[in-house]
């Protein structure tokens, strides 16, 4: 945890009031208009994020987007646990959107996390700059990364809360003219214990935020939190099952128009041209729309514009991505690992010479997985309205701040013109990052035909065929077996459009490593999906772990144990699982129990899965151990549902999964044909958190990775089948 | 002229295409979002409602379909004193929603179910429950079932 002064100070002076925790790399005017912004009368603002209104009520202004992390929740605990205010009268609000609320502690979390010069990977696409830049220049108020409690939490949330309370404090102390040290507080209140007297922070708010404070904030021993580490329920639930909940999709306003809008099937192809007269007779159609690559239809309302669209006949062309399929890409990434050198590289040691080891025993085998789709449940809506000059935009993203500025652009107007009322999102997983929603570009281009505002809506046809996918990747491995059975050295080479050298945590003590990227786009959009590239090589090396393992005639844990330093976090994992999971207690017959252990976001990740596989050749796991080491939770219910959403999304992703590619376009259509796994198949799912003082660890992401290799290993203990491709169905048999 | 139908109670009378699925009427002109829109298909299930008291996916049946019968939807479904169902105060207190988007569709999927079985055991649950919830709030759902019917000692069962 590192506080660092100048967080507070503008040009020395140390400052809390209006003061925004931004202003250490914004401009001050921009600062200033966002403190009018969230200040209401006689309620004082506390650095970015915090107000407290005269009856005690605290809002606070998360930067974050909530679509089901439960992140906002776990935010306002960590700031209401420094600030000691009364859970009841804590209130949380998006942050406007705009640059004086810029995540800053985000940006500050990845300098500390990662190689100085190098974009957080799941920004890629996002901002095609230095890290130096995305920290000074690029406003950021992402939602990704599994990033909202280690970074804005730990480096935001808790620094504006103990800085309100310093600050209630300082103020208290000159109306009593009392020593701040006789002062203690508790819930929402400023007491003095010798005189029995106290006062409510709302009583002290306006003043206390104009107080002078110096030096970094005193922040509660963890021994006294009252709110991080409990499992308080999310503060967004009650509206989420009464139906009250409103998401991007469910915007009204006067005189709303929707559209619905289809692109060229092969991506890279342009519209050719379209004859609107079928829409058009439609009732209720309004206009036909064509953009460079798509169609759109304008009506009063979906049906009538889906109705309009699926009547016309457009010609696309193919933009020369014809002859691509989903077996052409496989060959020419694995072509290209045999014949190319590799575009970036990460590791230790001289793989080369450990390969070449006389003595040691060579173990090789080649890897592959699909794209596959984020399917998020609620399909792509916004809207917009041109209006005086002035765009005004309402929906559900992963950067609202950073999608203004795409609005813009695309509007061809200054980003002050731009609103951006953010909204609910019904599931994102990196779908909803800005670089790759073509839906702002579409929404803008269609606003400024009609006087009325107007909803884009994707049919889930559009959704599955134009999706930002998991990248369809190749991968070779090869390790060295060394006589005691022991892994001499190892190479990962793998093709995939996007590097993911630093982003791998490769957590194994060998003596030789190498991570070699070797770059191969398509015509697809691909980028982060739940976990990123942790996902794909998470499945890669704890599937060849298992395969170096059963080559030493050894059990994959012992194995794994030698691998791994003793008294490690690691290995602390890796054995409490085993442990809990009765890892070598005898199974039912045709059933098998696999591990995998994966480090990613700063977590570090266990599961056992025991499965079996259907006459039918359907995987099925029928339950999953998993202990996460992810430092210290903050919402110890939260968490839990975090690493078992992910491992369920995993199954569903590795089981049934694949986006393929015929003739340059996507096959798969919607639910029917890109199978998502449901309940029947969910497996139960046990989770326990090892906690550590190490430096905090993401969520959302890491439950992810360990899942499809765990499967996999699981699969070959019942089976002995290895599958080395994603999805697993009708692999193995019985 | 307009197609009759009584949706939450009250009586509406709607003037659209007959073949319009009844989840844009219920969504765009009777201005009720709690239901939402999934897949279009109906495969997933968001846009569940109830029609005469049974499940029905409301993107595939046409409005003219449902003439003159009783639609429940998500807001329907608390008490008129706005207490909420057993299967909400469950859902909150098994704390279910993720993202949230699916959860109108697997309430309703949950009370139909109850309303069918009485105490639904595991295998009903797995049987009835084809919703699709992509944050994978599964097992939490057959949690919250079993809690809303006071099957509380199979609810506590495992801790995700």
Known sequence: MGVKRRAFLIGGAALIGGGLFAVSWSERAATRRAAKQITKDKAGVFQTWIRIAEDDTVTIFSPHVDFGQGSVTGLAQMAADELDAEWSKIVVESAPVMVAFANAPLAKGFGGELLPFSVPPFLNGIVGSAFAMVARNIPLQVTGGSSSIRATGQMGMR????????????????????????????????????????????????????????????????????????????????????????????????????????????????????????????????????????????????????????????????????????????????AKIQTDKPDNKSGHGDVPAALATSGVRLVEAHYAVPFIHHAMMEPFALTAHFKDGKLDLWGGVQDPLHSRQVAAEAANISTDQVTFHPMMMGGA??????????????????????????????????????????????????????????????????????????????????????????????????????????????????????????????????????????????????????????????????????????????????????????????????????????????????????????????????????????????????????????????????????????????????????????LANAIFAATGTRIRQLPFRNQAKA | MGIDVEVNGKSFSIDADPNTPLLWVIREELRLTGTKFGCGIGACGACSVHVDGEITRSCLIPVAAVAGKRITTIEGIAAPNGALHPVQQAWIDVQVPQCGYCQSGQIMAAVALIKKTGLPTPAHIDESMTNICRCGTYPRIRRAILAATGQAAAALQGNS
């Open chain 1, 159 to 334: 620094v504006a809360g103990a800085a309100a309370r310093n600050a209630l404090i300082t103020t208290a102390a000159k109306r009593f003219s009392v020593p701040e040290s006789e002062l203690t507080t508790a819930n929402s209140r400023v007491i003095h214990a010798k005189s029995g007297r106290a006062l409510r922070y709302g009583e002290l708010a306006a003043e206390a935020a104009d107080a002078t404070i110096s030096g970094e904030p005193k922040f509660k021993d963890p021994k006294d939190y009252r709110l991080i580490g409990r499992p308080i329920p999310r503060l967004d639930i009650p509206g989420k099952v009464n139906g009250s909940a409103q998401f991007g999709m469910d915007v009204q306003l006067p005189d709303l128009r929707v559209a619905t809008i289809m692109a060229a099937p092969v991506r890279g192809g342009k519209l050719d041209g379209v004859d609107p007269a079928a829409a058009l007779a439609i009732k209720g159609v309004e206009k036909v729309i064509e953009l460079d690559n798509s169609v759109a239809v304008l009506a009063k309302g979906y049906w009538q514009a889906l109705t309009g669209l699926r009547a016309l006949s457009p010609k696309f062309s193919d933009g020369g991505h014809g002859a691509l399929s989903s077996a052409s890409i496989a060959a020419a990434q694995a």
């Open chain 1, 429 to 710: 997983f990196g779908r909803r990052l800005p670089g790759f929603c073509e839906i702002i570009g579409q929404v803008v281009q269609i606003a400024k035909q009609t006087p009325y505002p107007v909803k884009l809506i994707w049919s889930r046809e559009e959704e599955v065929k134009h999706g930002c996918y998991r990248p369809q990747a190749t991968a070779n491995l090869k390790a060295a077996l060394d006589k005691n059975g022991r892994i001499a050295g190892w190479t990962t080479d793998y093709a995939q459009s996007e590097d993911a050298t630093r982003e791998i945590r490769f957590v194994y003590d060998v003596p030789a490593y190498a991570l070699r990227h070797y770059k191969f786009a398509t015509n697809q959009h691909d980028g982060p999906w739940r976990s990123v590239n942790s996902n794909q090589n998470g499945f890669y090396s704890e599937s060849f772990m298992d395969e170096l393992a059963l080559a030493a005639a050894e059990d994959p844990y012992q194995f794994r144990r030698k691998h791994l330093h003793p008294g490690s976090r690691h290995l602390a994992v890796l054995d409490d699982v085993a442990k809990r999971s009765g890892w070598s207690t005898p199974l039912t017959t045709g059933r098998g129990r696999g591990m995998a252990l994966v480090e990613s976001f700063n977590s570090i990740v266990a599961h056992v899965i025991e499965a079996s596989v259907g006459d039918d050749g359907r995987p099925r796991a029928h339950k999953v151990w998993s202990t996460v080491d992810c430092g210290r939770v903050v919402n110890p219910d939260g968490a839990a549902a975090q690493i078992m959403g992910g491992i369920i999304m995993a199954l569903s992703s590795c089981v049934d999964e694949a986006i393929t590619l015929e003739k340059g376009a996507v096959v798969q259509s919607n639910f029917h044909d890109y199978r998502l796994l449901k309940l029947a198949e969910a497996p139960d799912v046990d989770v326990h958190f090892l906690e550590s003082n190490a430096s905090m660890g993401g969520l959302g992401e890491p439950g992810v990775p360990p899942t499809a290799p765990a």
